[in-house]
């Protein structure tokens, strides 16, 4: 309104002035008119991928980033775009599908559960294995949508789930106190003895003769390791995974930048940013 009154003004002035003025005037017009332009496209630009929250099953708040395919295509961004079969909100995740159980806009978490595993069926299992490994941000630089941590750092540390691992042994280790066996709900082979360890596996455990069939991750983080039961709803819970890259990016463009948990806001340091800067100057 108030920029309006002060070109009408402009306006006005010029009608009044003479032929030079008035070119001189108008200039500033066009000029005014561009910055006002402006400010208005970079204001939508803004809310452009904001739109109300969309809803799909009990999963009520599907909002930035995340769009529900028939959203208009305005809202959320196309990589976070979740589908909604048979009134499940659906996460498509290296080409496979998981359904999501809460999405956590404070902390930039979603967490979701492979589609294959039945709460209340112990021999129901992850139709695909999924680890650290599958995620690019522990191995590559910050690439894919989600990220298996919330440091954006690739700090190995931060891993929001821990893993189970399901082996299979050609001879009983019922001694590795680690292994628990799980012969009455998921047996392997009909010789082999079948066994899952929570938690991370480190080479010298992998006993002789035993073969990891299946990886698998969890973010309910107190369970008994030492029931398969246990194990099994720890794995029906799900796992959380993140766009902290991306809240990164809109939050603190090229600074280095972390979730605080303790604080749960992000932290962005300006001197790395600097740092960064400096050294892609070097590096020309
Ligand atoms: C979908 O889920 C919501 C929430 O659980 C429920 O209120 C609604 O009746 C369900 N719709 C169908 C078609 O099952
Ligand atoms: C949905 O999420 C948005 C974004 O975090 C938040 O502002 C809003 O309060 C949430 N609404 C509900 C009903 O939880
Ligand atoms: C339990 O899961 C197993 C493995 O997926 C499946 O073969 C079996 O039919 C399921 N049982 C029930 C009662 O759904
Ligand atoms: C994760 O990586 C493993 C090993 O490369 C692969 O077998 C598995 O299919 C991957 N999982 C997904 C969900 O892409
Ligand atoms: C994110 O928030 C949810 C809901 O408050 C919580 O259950 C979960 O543990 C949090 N995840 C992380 C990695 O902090
Ligand atoms: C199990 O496999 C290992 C390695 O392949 C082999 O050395 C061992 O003799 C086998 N044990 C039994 C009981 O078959």
Redesign the pocket.
Same mark, same amino acid.
């Given at each position: 309104m108030w920029s309006f009154r002060i070109i009408y003004w402009l306006h006005f002035n010029i009608m009044r002035n003479s032929l030079d003025m008035m070119r001189r005037e108008r200039t500033l017009l066009v000029v005014l008119l561009l910055i006002l332009l402006h400010h208005v496209s970079a204001t939508k630009d803004h809310q452009q991928h904001r739109c109300p929250p969309s809803s799909c099953g009990y999963i009520t708040n599907i909002t930035y980033p995340f769009r529900l395919q028939d959203d208009p295509d305005n809202c959320g961004d196309e990589r976070y775009e979740l589908g909604c079969k048979n009134n499940v909100t659906v996460l498509y995740l290296h080409s496979a599908q998981y359904h999501v159980q809460a999405i956590n806009y404070n902390n930039y978490t979603v967490r979701v559960v492979d589609p294959?595993l039945?709460l209340?069926?112990? /021999? /129901?299992?992850p139709l695909r294995s999924l680890s650290r490994s599958n995620f690019s941000d522990t191995y590559t630089y910050r690439m894919g949508p989600y990220q298996a941590g919330l440091d954006s750092d690739q700090n190995w540390g931060s891993l929001s789930f821990e893993h189970i691992v399901f082996l299979n042994c050609n001879h009983s280790v019922r001694e590795n106190g680690k292994y628990v066996e799980s012969n009455e709900c998921v047996k392997w082979d009909s010789k082999g003895y079948a066994y899952a360890v929570g938690g991370d596996l480190k080479a010298e455990d992998i006993e002789v003769g035993c073969y990891v069939k299946l990886v698998a991750p969890t973010s309910f983080s107190t369970f008994n390791k030492h029931s398969y039961a246990a194990i099994h709803s720890a794995l029906a819970y799900g796992f959380e995974i993140s766009w902290v890259n991306l809240a990164c990016q809109n939050h603190c463009h090229k600074d280095l930048c972390s979730f605080n948990s303790f604080s749960q806001k992000l932290d962005c340091d300006p001197l790395y940013g600097a740092l960064y800067i400096n050294f892609v100057h070097f590096s020309c």
């Open positions: 294959a039945q209340h069926n112990c /021999s /129901s299992l």
